[in-house]
């Protein structure tokens, strides 16, 4: 029979979406804004600008390379060796962020909404439910992403529609934060914001067209940086330059804040809903997405009996770092700072190899 | 049935049993409503007051509890919020949740000490404690206050706080004070922050001296009803209370602060024709104040020029004098309205710049634009530097006066013949 | 293992083919053996002497299952009268069938048919006179609409067909019919437009019967059962239903239907999880009030799969985001409950499926009884008794109650076991687990086929559609059928 289960435009621009907007609510924000003070709000554009050619690179290389996702297309032009080496620093740092991610979460959930258990105990549900999720397959994913994704926008469109009334715009200013060359800085070196984008080209051919990839990654790419920025200019303008920097969640003190009418005053349980289902979205995503570049990168088939391992390995990772904030401020930070080079420079590595063995003029 | 059934069976009715970590019945938990900070005796040491809403009162259950008390308040020493509701479960006997307070008093004497902006800091660290709690101080003890507070129409604790901050928020004679605004305001560094100013205790001597809202609470003549009055505003510059205002500059507070909502406002004021009587209005502010900001970078000084749009709604006019349809006596009588009124406003701000050296209304948030990073900003020091010394202009400009739904009084001289 | 029974069993059906013997004397008489004829009573035989050729014929037949009237008419007096050639000029009937094997003789013979050995003839002949008893067509019982034909499947193969094709009046709507069962062979009759659908599904349709390996498979109840492609789901993947005007309409949209002749019900296969979803009178009332009972059906979905469970998550985990007005009434009357919370709701969860369950099999006469035991005892005692709290009460009748929002019998019972799941799930975590519960199973819908169809198509993937799904558009305004079922014409025109 025919396939009638094919990944299109949809899928791959919630997918994105999910994996990118959903930095919106993590602890992101209170990271930027501790070298740039009320100036992080676009912080995530500059991050973009300094990331797109590469990624665009990137694009133009897959497209001329028909028919090969992120790793095969590595392998045809560096040959095994050298896209071993480097679709292994990929895969380590994709695999750390994760686990400080995923780490990051934990403690959230913790924090705010079980004080008293374990974080394992939480950071093993956590498991349970990424692992089970991502088993069902890269498609299933897919689908599930796109069905919520209109949920997750309801919901943080309510969160918008009630702090609009605390907003105050004034609070952007001045409007270079801590000075224009830390905030230019800083935007450059978080280039790996958008790390995903990078990591989602492994799943270029599984859709029905590879048009549809490259458009759901340009609108999915386009709607994350506006809800990014959106967000990020919220907690700009309700918070003031000096609260803002002390706060770990902004995400989640905004959800406390906003109540409906007189009646209804303590609402984060609805937002948490929503924001707990997207990040279990979130990680399956990354699960199965760095899984899949171990497996390819190793040439094993069977995606699915290797994301327990992995997913397993995480788990541990993301008990190791002992507090929070440590891990947010320290590790997460050095980590962001260190793989921007990393992206900018691979794409631009494979065009010049590419070039100079002539393949890019055959087709 | 196998033994393997029996053990997933086991294993799912496990669960049901077992309190999970977080897991908390209702019945479990005490609810606080309201909380009080006061003095200890040492320095560092504070007693807090929690008060807890009794859920068997106001139940339809008729046999439950109609004869208990609807709040219990219970006082303990302790130096932070958190370990103190550990330290009060020696007396309350269900665990204390502080996740539905809705307001935390503070006595004027803790208010007024530089340990004040600690424990409302170690507040902000715990979830619990939402960003949208009403900072009150009491003019006395926090306890005493909260103990002597008794609604008689509303036997829910919580459901007195909610309306009566409510309504008092809406007449604008109370700032709008919750502990975010605190913060926002406290780590700027720049404006100073209003609180609700309360108490129970009634000042005896100062009734009647006093005309329209220019009262603090404990001032207001009255009679009957709760002891408990909501007047005015604590002044905290930088994290400390300095200074109260009366009801009447809490409301100009309010309307030259844009970020503060105020719906109406009914005032009065000496009838310029008839000075014995006085004319009653609804205050309406149809849009934000305008204010502009000429900042000078090189001598570091700012000229304000304030536009405040506003409506007026007549709605008492006891003398009779008919400025309905009279245009003469209708101007005379905007005139003196927004003389009074700019007048007012100046005196306030005159205080601020001198006395205070910092400004109520938030107007920091204008002159940011003028920098172009945060290090030059608070260079130019707003609350030390440039509000002092700058020079300030009022203009309050009447968009719209209307009569109510009567053009005219009855003529007072053929009713009586 | 499987495969091998599959094999041998194929093997022994292949061989059983027995030419009939045209020593007539002799097949008869093992004939009589092979259906018992002293001891079987219904099972009948006669002898007519034929008139245009002058030889004996024998009659066979069950009386139980055949019109007798019709076979005198057309049968026994044209034999004894008429003159002719051949039996096909002289049984002039429309079933008429020359027959030579001996498993064919028994297969007609057990479906209502007379089947004629000739004297000396190495073939036989077989006349359809069945007539099986049926009800007659009656309103639809279990999916009553207000708006809408109110006639339903009856329990005949042949009422059934005629009323679906009295409301597609189209050549291409075929009625193929293939067997199932090895030892009581019944008819499935498929039924389907040959121009719109889809090849490959009916193939598969086709194949799944030709698999089944049982004895017998007696309705379309149990025939679901067979060719599901996951037993041990909770989703259903076959629409059951017993409104031939439902079945028009999937079969116009490109779907096959599936009818036996001992069912009042007929499968419609391939489906997606919108169609249980959806009612037929959601079409047959106009764009706004068929959307409107789709809001309602929504908000009745979510209640039942999910207000128990939220109420135990929120109560238990997250009372913060209770208004505190409404957690001190509950408090007060949770005070004197001896139950924890969840227990309190699995009671009274529970007793609601009790009395569910009563109520189906409670004879008609006692059926008020239940109610007002059921009211009393789940409702003013069990809260005076201080066994279970009054919002309780609320909450499970809630979720009980919008259960019968959902009208699909098979959907129903997915949405209350998950109920079960989801409250179990809110009681280790909270809404952690709940959510997490929440995910799965979504993500387990959205990994089933029906047939090769995904489960939540259109919707992910998305599909060309009539846009019929939770809510539809204006009828004149649909356009296309469903795209996931790869129709051979797409438009509705």
Redesign the interface.
């Known amino acids: 029979m025919k396939q009638t289960d094919t990944l299109k435009t949809g899928e791959m621009f919630a997918i994105l979406s999910i994996l990118i907007a959903t930095r919106a609510s993590d602890s992101t924000a209170s990271l930027f804004t501790q070298k740039t003070q009320n100036a992080f709000w676009y912080v995530p554009f500059i991050s973009l600008l300094v990331i797109l050619p590469s990624l665009f690179l990137l694009f133009y290389l897959l497209k001329k390379y028909q028919d090969k996702h992120l790793i095969e297309m590595m392998e045809t032009v560096l040959g095994g060796w050298g896209s071993k080496i480097i679709g292994l620093l990929i895969f380590i740092s994709a695999f750390l962020l994760m686990g400080l991610g995923n780490e990051s979460y934990v403690s959230q959930i913790k924090i705010l909404y079980f004080p008293e258990a374990p974080g394992i105990t939480i950071a093993l549900i956590f498991f349970i439910v990424v692992y089970f999720s991502a088993k069902k397959g890269w498609k299933v994913i897919g689908f599930v992403s796109k069905v919520l994704l209109p949920f997750f926008l309801l919901s943080s469109v309510v969160l918008i529609a009630l702090i609009s009334n605390d907003i105050v715009v004034d609070r952007i200013f001045p409007f270079f934060g801590t000075g224009m060359q830390d905030v230019l800085w800083e935007g450059v070196r978080k280039g790996s914001l958008f790390y995903e984008v990078f990591l989602v080209t492994i799943a270029y051919t599984s859709f029905e067209k590879t048009t549809y990839f490259r458009k759901g990654v340009i609108i999915g790419l386009l709607f994350s940086i506006t809800q990014l920025i959106t967000f990020f200019f919220i907690y700009a303008t309700t918070y003031d330059y000096n609260s803002i920097e002390k706060m770990s969640f902004p995400f989640h003190d905004l959800t406390q804040y906003v109540n409906i009418g007189s009646f209804i005053t303590n609402i984060e349980t609805f937002f948490m809903v929503f924001w707990i289902l997207a990040s279990f979205i979130r990680f399956t995503i990354y699960l199965y997405i760095i899984t899949w570049i171990f497996a390819s990168l190793f040439h094993i088939k069977y995606i699915e009996s290797l994301l327990l391992p992995i997913g397993f390995f995480n788990l541990i990772i993301s008990i190791i770092p002992e507090n929070v904030i440590m891990n947010e401020l320290v590790f997460r930070d050095a980590l962001l700072n260190y793989t921007t080079p990393l992206l900018i420079s691979f794409p631009v590595l494979l065009w010049i190899v590419a070039l100079a063995k002539g393949d890019l003029k055959k087709q | 049935m196998t033994y393997k059934k029996l053990m997933v069976l086991f294993l799912f009715t496990l669960p049901l049993l077992t309190s999970c970590y977080d897991k908390i019945e209702l019945e479990q938990q005490s609810y606080v409503v309201a909380l009080g900070i006061d003095k200890g005796e040492d320095k560092g040491s504070y007693t807090f007051s929690f008060q807890i809403a009794n859920p068997e009162v106001g139940s339809t259950m008729a046999t439950a509890g109609s004869s208990e008390e609807p709040k219990e308040t219970v006082s303990i020493l302790g130096s932070d919020i958190i370990t103190a509701t550990s330290l009060a479960n020696s007396f309350v006997t269900k665990k204390i949740m502080l996740d539905h307070m809705k307001i935390i008093v503070v006595s004027e004497e803790v208010a007024r000490s530089e340990g004040f902006i600690r424990v409302i800091q170690s507040a902000s660290r715990i979830p619990q404690i939402r960003g949208s709690v009403q900072i009150v101080v009491s003019k006395e003890r926090a306890s005493q206050f909260l103990k002597k507070n008794k609604p008689t129409m509303e036997t829910r604790p919580h459901k007195y706080f909610q309306y009566m901050l409510q309504r008092a928020q809406q007449t604008g004679i109370i700032p709008d004070a919750d502990i975010h605004r605190f913060f926002q305001i406290t780590e700027g560094d720049a404006d100073l922050f209003l609180a609700i100013y309360a108490t129970t205790m009634k000042e005896e001597n100062k009734t009647n001296t006093k005309k329209d809202h220019d009262y603090l609470a404990g001032e207001i003549p009255k009679q009957g009803g709760n002891p408990t009055q909501f007047m005015g505003s604590a002044v905290f510059k930088e994290g400390m209370m300095i200074d109260t205002l009366t009801g009447e500059d809490t409301r100009l507070c309010n309307i030259l602060d844009k970020t503060v909502d105020m719906d109406e406002l009914f005032v009065s004021f000496p009838d310029p024709i008839k000075p014995t009587y006085q004319v009653g209005f609804n205050y309406a502010q149809s849009s934000e104040p305008k204010v502009n900001i000429n900042y000078d970078n090189k001598a570091n000084h700012a000229s304000i020029d304030v536009v405040v749009p506003f409506e007026l709604e007549i709605i008492a006019i006891p003398s009779m004098v008919d400025y309905a349809l009279n245009q003469d006596e209708q101007n005379q009588l905007i005139q003196k309205f927004e003389q009074t009124i700019e007048a007012k406003t100046n005196q306030l701000i005159t205080k601020s710049q001198e006395t205070y050296g910092s400004d109520p209304f938030y107007w920091s948030l204008y002159i940011r634009k003028f920098f172009k990073d945060v290090p030059a900003y608070e260079k130019g020091d707003w609350n030390k530097k440039i509000f002092p010394n700058a020079a300030i202009h009022v203009d309050y400009q009447l968009k719209r006066l209307t009569f109510g739904k009567m053009i005219n009084d009855s003529k007072i001289e053929e009713v009586r013949d | 293992m499987i495969q091998s029974k599959k094999t041998r069993s194929k093997k022994t059906n292949s061989n059983k083919k027995t030419a009939i013997n045209p020593n007539t004397k002799e097949q008869i008489e093992s004939l009589k053996q092979l259906f018992s004829a002293e001891i079987n009573k219904d099972f009948c035989h006669r002898t007519v002497f034929v008139n245009f050729n002058k030889k004996n014929a024998y009659l066979f037949y069950y009386s139980s299952i055949v019109n007798s009237d019709k076979i005198e008419q057309a049968i026994v007096r044209p034999l004894l009268e008429h003159d002719g050639e051949t039996y096909e000029n002289v049984l002039t009937n429309e079933s008429f069938k020359i027959i030579d094997t001996l498993e064919q003789v028994i297969d007609h013979i057990n479906s209502g048919k007379v089947v004629i050995f000739s004297e000396g003839e190495a073939v036989a002949y077989s006349l359809d006179v069945a007539q099986f008893q049926h009800r007659n067509v009656s309103p639809s019982a279990n999916e009553s609409v207000v708006r809408g034909p109110q006639e339903a499947f009856t329990e005949s193969l042949h009422v059934n067909i005629s009323l679906i094709r009295k409301q597609i009046r189209d050549k291409q709507l075929i009625t193929t019919a293939s067997t199932v069962g090895k030892r009581s062979k019944q008819d499935v009759t498929l039924i389907y437009i040959a121009d719109l659908v889809n090849k490959?599904?009916l193939q598969?349709v086709e194949e799944r019967l030709r698999d089944i390996n049982t004895d017998n498979v007696r309705n379309v109840e149990l025939l679901e059962q067979f060719l599901e492609e996951r037993p041990y789901s909770i989703f259903p993947s076959i629409y059951y239903t017993e409104r031939p005007d439902n079945a028009a309409a999937y079969i116009e949209d490109g779907h096959i239907v599936l009818l036996m002749d001992s069912s009042s019900a007929c499968l419609i296969l391939p489906v997606t999880f919108f169609t249980f979803f959806q009612s037929p009178e959601d079409r047959y009332s106009r764009f706004m009030f068929g959307n409107f009972s789709r809001i309602v059906r929504i908000i009745g979905f979510y209640l039942t799969t999910m207000i128990s469970a939220t109420y135990v998550a929120?109560?238990?985990?997250?009372?913060?985001?209770i208004?505190?007005?409404l957690?001190?009434?509950?408090?007060?009357?949770?005070?004197r409950v001896p139950f924890?919370?969840?227990?309190e709701v699995?009671i009274m969860e529970v007793a609601f499926e009790l009395i569910r369950e009563a109520g189906i099999r409670i004879p008609s006469a006692l059926g008020p009884t239940i109610g007002i035991v059921g009211a009393l005892i789940l409702g003013q005692a069990a809260v005076e008794a201080n066994i279970i709290s009054p919002i309780i009460v609320i909450v499970s009748a809630l979720s009980g109650l919008t259960s019968f929002a959902i009208s699909d019998v098979s959907l129903n019972y997915t949405v209350r076991i998950t109920r079960f799941m989801f409250i179990?799930a809110a009681?280790?975590?909270?809404?952690?687990?709940l959510?997490?519960a929440?995910?799965?199973w979504?993500?387990?819908a959205?990994?089933l086929?029906s047939f090769?169809?995904?489960y939540?198509?259109p919707?992910?993937?998305?599909?060309r559609s009539p846009k019929d799904t939770i809510f539809r558009k204006a009828i004149r305004n649909e356009h296309f059928r469903p795209g996931?079922l790869?129709p051979k014409d797409m438009r509705k025109k």
């Open positions: 490959e599904v598969d929120l109560a238990n985990y997250h009372s913060e985001m208004p505190l007005d957690m001190l009434a509950i408090t007060s009357s949770r005070e924890p919370l969840i227990i699995l179990i009681g280790f975590m909270g809404m952690l687990t959510m997490g929440l995910l799965l979504i993500m387990y959205a990994s086929k090769g169809v995904p939540l198509s919707v992910a993937p998305t599909f996931q790869r």
